[in-house]
């Protein structure tokens, strides 16, 4: 199996790589349509094509569908939990034998350093992990009855699942929608984002290649509109995992209200960073530079919006200009602190928040235009960017910018930090930096938003369920809550005499 460094070296040499699939997986395998249409998959780094990869139909989606359906009903319904479960192992591990290779593709598709892309392979092995544990454990329960009466509940799969993968996180959204839904019994039909089609792909064959039977998992790849569109509108399709934008999101809702089907919805958000005077300024720096520029801000959960006490406004936001400024830029490949984003189309959607924002007088404390790769002068890539002062009802405090900006809200105490925090549509995760731990817990139970993470910015692992309030949308993935969204429970009654 090639190595990082052999990987590294051939996209550099031929400008691809031979390891990439073309084709769904569908029924076990790969397999090219009969219409023969691909679409171009581009290397943000560099602003150029590195590899084609099918554009699927409506009848693709179909067959993908049909086959899971086949196989849920057959196959994978019934199979003993622990055979599951050692299938869900036995993936793990085989993603991490894989490693390599998935983080490189995961690097170039996306455009995220290297060394994200790593750790996200690395978080998606741990998610099969745990879930493979989980599918012996999912009981129900009894009920306390009259003594001649015995109740019991148990957790059935829902069938067959849909899935619609953001390009943000390919690899580790795919992984906490699959894992979970294939532990309570699923099956799955994937539509990854087409701008980074690739590791949903190569993971769907990891799977096949650890003993999950065929058509369990199919992934057809294309645009939105011609197989994202026809999957959640599908009548063959139970339930719908979607992570995207709020109007695509009302989309899939509005799809899914014709058969009634299940959803799960996270919709993004425009999460504060509560930073309080009494703080650990180092542990607080460190996390408010993680939270927004990890992923070049292109992270739902993203701490877009720093909340900060007036007393150490302008100390804080003066060392945090001067750690952004020596953040190094460069080709995800180059292991960089900062990569470029995903492609032009979003590129030309963050200046324009920022060209609106310098029209309004916008207190612009570093960044704020588009670049380029210092070593090629190729690639998408934005300035990482502060702006300071934002009133609370500007765009820039209100919209998610989905790149790396920091918008910086200037609070009296904790008080008003409170409401700057809660004055939002979104409501996916907050960030608490305090001493204080009554005051940090009183904070938490008070800010609106589906997880709170406090002295650490993306706390907690795959043990712990996340989601949204407001219009980050609705339902829990992680943990077992995740688990749970892909059963159905049923209630049994019996009179026994």
Known sequence: MASQQDLIAEYEKTGTLSALPLGHFIDGAF???????????????????FARFTAGTSEDVDAAVLSSRKAFETVWRDMAPIERARILQKTAELILTNLDLLAVVESLDSGKPLQEAIGDVRGAARTFEYYAGACDKLQGDSF?????????????????????????FPIST??????????????????????????????????????????????????????????TQHQGVDHI??????????????????????VVLELGGKSPVVVLADCDKEQALNGVMGAIFENAGQICSAGSRLVIEKSIHE?????????????KIGHGLSQPELGPVNSAEHLEKIAGFIDRAKDR???????????????????????????????????????????PVLTVQVADDADQALELANDCQYGLVAGIYTSNFAKAHQLARKIDAGQIYINEYFAGGIEVPFGGN??????????????????KTKSIAAKIS
Request: with cysteine.
């Open 315 to 327: 100390e804080f936001v003066s060392e945090l200009v001067k750690r952004t400024k020596a953040l």
């Open 174 to 231: 795919a992984a906490r929608g699959f894992a979970p839904a294939l532990a309570a019994g699923c099956t799955v039909v994937a539509k990854p984002a087409e701008q980074t089609p690739f590791t949903a792909l190569l993971l769907a064959k990891i799977l096949s290649d650890a003993g999950l039977p065929d058509g369990v998992c199919n992934v057809v790849t294309g645009t939105g509109a011609e197989t994202g569109a026809p999957l």
């Open 470 to 487: 407001k219009k980050s949308g609705f339902g829990r993935e992680k943990g077992i809550e995740g688990l749970k969204s892909y059963c």
């Open 241 to 262: 995992t979607f992570t995207g934008s709020v109007q695509t999101g009302k989309s899939v809702m509005k799809a899914a209200a014709d058969d009634v089907t299940r």
């Open 31 to 49: 397999s090219q349509p009969s219409h023969n249409r691909t679409m171009e998959s581009f290397d943000p780094g560099k602003g150029t094509a």
């Open 144 to 168: 306390p009855l009259a003594g001649d009466y015995i109740g019991y509940s148990i957790h059935e799969p829902v069938g067959v699942t849909a899935h619609i993968i953001p390009w943000n």
């Open 361 to 403: 007088g916008a207190r612009i404390a570093f960044g704020g235009n588009v670049t380029t790769d210092p070593a090629t002068g190729k690639g998408w890539f934005f300035e990482p960017t502060i702006v300071d002062a934002v009133p609370a009802k500007d765009e820039l405090a209100q919209e998610e910018i989905f790149g």
